[in-house]
C-alpha cells in the first residue's frame, strides 16, 4: 500500500527520501510526492503521477535543499490518482504530512473544518488530519501535542508523518493500525512503512506499537504509548543487507524470487530439523506443551497465503489427523463463527502487516481459542508481535508484488507444522523420518523444475493472444491450480480460474472452446485416472490441453495436448514442485505482454487497509 518516508538530519534529506521512495515502490501506488523544510517558514513540494523515476526528474529540476522532509507513494483510496490527491497534503503552507491508511470518520470532519473556513484541494480522507493539526496549532500547542490531540479523534488506520515550518527541529510520526518503523542514525534519524526504505542509510531500527507517537530530533527519540506515557522502545539491528532488494542480473524480481525458491526453502529448514524429526521448539519454548492439546486447527490468510492455507488443509486432516477450518480472513472477521474446544489458530501472511488478517487474530485471541500461531516473513511486524507462537519463513526480502518465495515457503511451514501436530495424533515414527527425508530433498528438486525455464518461455507464446484460461487440479493440486490462476491474471491481465477437474461437468465445460487454454496439474496421484478421464471431457470438446505432468504419467503430446514433463517427486512434494512452472508461466506470458510484472496495475504488496 501506501509508502511513506521522512528524515530529520544534519545533511540534505532530498536523495534520501527518493531513494526510500524507490524502495517502497514494490508496495504498489500511483502517484509519489516529496515536501522539504526548505528555508525557515517555507515548505517546498513537488508531487507527480506515476513512478518514483519521473518525480526524481522533477526534483532534478526543481531542487529542494533542506534538512528536514517526508515523501510518500499513495494507492488510491479516496479520490482518483491524480496529482491534486498525491502526498504530502499541506494545510496553508505551515504544517505537511503523509498519511497510509483510511480515515473512517473523514466526512464529519471535512464537513466541519468547511463549516470553519477550510479549503480542500483534494478528494482524499487525509487531508482532514493536515487541517485538524494545523487548527491544533493555531492554538499554541507543540508539534507533538497537535499530533496527540489530532489522532485523540481519528477513527480508522493511520501511519503518518507531520512537519510544521515553525519547527524545524522536529519530525512527529505516529501509528495505528498501519506500520511505521524509526530509523536511528548518528545525528539523524528517520522514518518508513518499513526497512528496506532505509537500509541505505542505517540498520538500526524502532519498531513503533499500536497507539505510539513519537518525536525525532537530530539527536533523539521520544515516543508516547496509546495512553499518553513516555515510554522506551527496543532499538533493533536488522539483518537484512542493503542490497537485498536489488534485482542483480534478473530482469525482474519476480524472476528473481522465482529462482530463489531452493535457497528459502534451505534457509527455512535451517536449524528446523534434528536427525529425522522436526523440533517442536521451532514454533515457541511452549509449543510442544500448548499442541499436546490441540484438537482442531482453523487458519485465516488472504490472496496467495490462502492458497498455501488450503493445501495445509489436506495434510493435517490426512497426515495429522485433525478437522481444520480454512477462512479468508476478510469474510472471517465479519461473521458469526463457532469457536471450537482446544483449537489452534494459525495466521499467515508474508508481510505480518495485511489488515484483514491482523484483525481477525485480535478477534481470535478474544474469543478464546487455546494458542495462536503466526507463519510470517518478517520478523518485526505486528502479527508477529501479538500472536502466541511464531515460526519465521526464511524467505528474505520479496518485492515482487505477485507472491512467489514466500508462497513456497509458507507451504514448508505448514508441513513442518503438520509433522508436529501429526506426532501427537496418527503420525507414526517412520512416517515423519518420510516426510523429513522429503523435505531436505525439496531445494534439490526444485531447482531440477527450474531448469524447464525456457520451455516454459517457448510455451508462453500460446497464451498472449488470449483472453482467458481455465486451471485444473484434483486433491491437493487444486489450491495449486488457483494459485496459478491467480498469478497469471496478476501479471498478465489475461481472465484466468481455476476448478476442481471433477467440477469440469458441473459449469465450466460449457466454456470450452478452441479459443480457452486449459492448464491441468497432473501429478501421479491416486487421484490420476479420474483426472485423464477430466481431460478427455476437454478434448472431445476442442479445448487446448497444457498438463504439467509428473514424470511417469501416461498422457502423451498429441493434436492439442501439450505436455512439459516434471521431474520425479512425491505425493507430499507435489504441491510445491508443481507450483514452479505455474509461476514461470505467468512471468512469462507477462513479459511477451509487457505488462509491468513486478508492480501490476491496481495492486500494492502489503495490504495494509481493508
Not at 540534505?12 to 515536501?35: C, M, T
Not at 488530519?129 to 480508522?156: C, K, N, P
Not at 476448478?499 to 496439474?521: F, Q, T
Not at 504419467?553 to 504441491?575: A, Y
Amino acid at each position: 500500500m501506501c509508502g511513506i518516508v521522512g528524515a530529520i538530519a544534519q545533511r540534505p534529506v532530498a536523495a534520501i527520501l527518493l531513494e526510500g521512495l524507490r524502495r517502497l515502490e514494490y508496495r504498489g501506488y500511483d502517484s509519489a510526492g516529496i515536501a522539504v523544510l526548505a528555508a525557515p517558514g517555507m515548505l517546498d513540494r513537488v508531487r507527480t503521477l506515476g513512478k518514483v523515476a519521473r518525480l526524481s526528474e522533477e526534483v532534478a529540476n526543481h531542487p529542494l535543499p533542506g534538512t528536514l522532509g517526508i515523501a510518500h507513494t499513495r494507492w488510491a483510496t479516496h479520490g482518483e490518482p491524480a496529482t491534486h490527491n498525491a502526498h504530502p497534503h499541506i494545510c496553508r503552507d505551515r504544517c505537511a504530512l503523509v498519511h497510509n491508511g483510511i480515515i473512517e470518520n473523514h466526512e464529519i470532519l471535512r464537513r466541519e473544518q468547511l463549516a470553519t473556513g477550510h479549503r480542500f484541494t483534494s478528494e482524499t480522507d487525509t487531508e482532514v488530519v493536515v487541517h485538524a493539526i494545523y487548527d491544533q496549532l493555531t492554538m499554541g500547542l507543540t508539534l507533538i501535542d497537535a499530533v496527540r490531540q489530532t489522532t485523540a479523534r481519528l477513527h480508522g488506520a493511520y501511519a503518518l508523518g507531520v512537519i510544521d515550518t515553525h519547527d524545524p527541529a522536529h519530525l512527529v510520526a505516529a501509528r495505528q493500525g498501519s506500520p511505521l518503523v524509526i530509523g536511528v542514525g548518528f545525528g539523524e534519524h528517520f522514518i518508513a512503512s518499513d526497512v528496506f526504505a532505509l537500509l541505505p542509510v542505517t540498520s538500526r531500527f524502532i519498531f513503533l506499537e499500536e497507539g505510539d507517537i513519537a518525536e525525532l530530533t537530530r539527536d533523539t527519540v521520544r515516543i508516547w504509548n496509546r495512553d499518553g506515557l513516555l515510554v522506551e522502545r527496543p532499538v533493533k539491528t536488522s539483518s537484512v543487507s542493503a542490497d537485498a532488494a536489488e534485482r542483480g542480473e534478473y530482469r525482474h524480481f519476480m524472476l528473481k524470487e522465482i529462482f530463489e525458491q531452493p535457497q528459502a526453502i534451505a534457509d527455512t529448514l535451517q536449524g528446523r530439523l534434528a536427525g529425522h524429526r522436526v523440533l517442536p521448539e521451532i514454533f515457541g519454548n511452549q509449543a510442544a506443551d500448548l499442541f499436546s492439546r490441540i484438537q482442531s486447527v482453523t487458519i485465516v490468510a488472504c490472496g496467495t497465503s490462502f492458497h498455501a492455507a488450503l493445501v495445509a488443509r489436506y495434510w493435517l486432516e490426512a497426515i495429522a489427523g485433525l478437522p481444520c477450518q480454512v477462512e479468508v480472513a476478510s469474510e472471517y472477521r465479519y461473521r458469526a463463527h463457532v469457536v471450537p474446544q482446544h483449537g489452534l489458530f494459525v495466521t499467515l501472511s508474508q508481510s505480518g502487516e495485511t489488515a484483514d488478517t491482523l484483525a481477525a487474530l485480535r478477534l481470535a485471541k478474544a474469543s478464546g481459542y487455546d494458542t495462536t500461531l503466526a507463519i510470517c516473513n518478517v520478523p518485526e511486524s505486528s502479527l508477529v508481535r501479538e500472536s502466541d507462537l511464531v515460526f519465521l519463513t526464511h524467505a528474505g526480502p520479496e518485492i515482487g508484488v505477485a507472491s512467489t518465495k514466500a508462497f513456497i515457503t509458507q507451504l514448508v511451514a505448514l508441513l513442518l507444522l503438520t509433522a508436529v501436530l501429526g506426532r501427537c495424533n496418527r503420525l507414526d515414527e517412520s512416517g515423519e523420518m518420510n516426510l523429513v527425508a522429503l523435505l531436505r530433498a525439496l531445494p534439490g528438486k526444485i531447482e531440477e523444475v527450474l531448469t524447464l525455464d525456457g520451455r516454459i518461455a517457448a510455451l508462453a507464446e500460446q497464451f498472449v493472444d488470449k483472453h482467458h484460461t481455465l486451471f485444473l487440479g484434483r486433491g491437493e493440486e487444486y489450491p495449486i491450480a488457483m494459485e496459478g490462476a491467480l498469478k497469471l491474471k496478476e501479471i498478465s491481465y489475461i481472465h484466468a480460474e481455476a476448478y476442481p477437474a471433477g467440477e469440469l461437468k458441473h459449469g465450466p465445460l460449457a466454456l470450452i472452446d478452441e479459443s480457452m487454454p486449459v492448464v491441468v496439474v497432473a501429478p501421479n496421484n491416486a487421484l490420476l485416472e479420474k483426472l485423464k478421464s477430466n481431460l478427455e471431457e476437454v478434448r472431445a470438446r476442442g479445448g487446448q490441453l497444457f498438463v504439467f505432468a509428473d514424470f511417469h504419467v501416461s498422457i502423451e503430446e498429441s493434436d492439442g495436448i501439450t505436455v512439459i514433463r516434471l521431474p520425479e517427486t512425491d505425493d507430499l512434494l507435489d504441491p510445491m514442485v508443481f507450483t514452479i512452472p505455474l509461476q514461470l508461466l505467468a512471468y512469462h506470458v507477462a513479459v511477451l505482454k509487457g505488462t509491468d510484472v513486478d508492480q501490476p496495475r491496481n495492486l500494492a504488496k502489503s495490504v495494509t487497509v481493508e
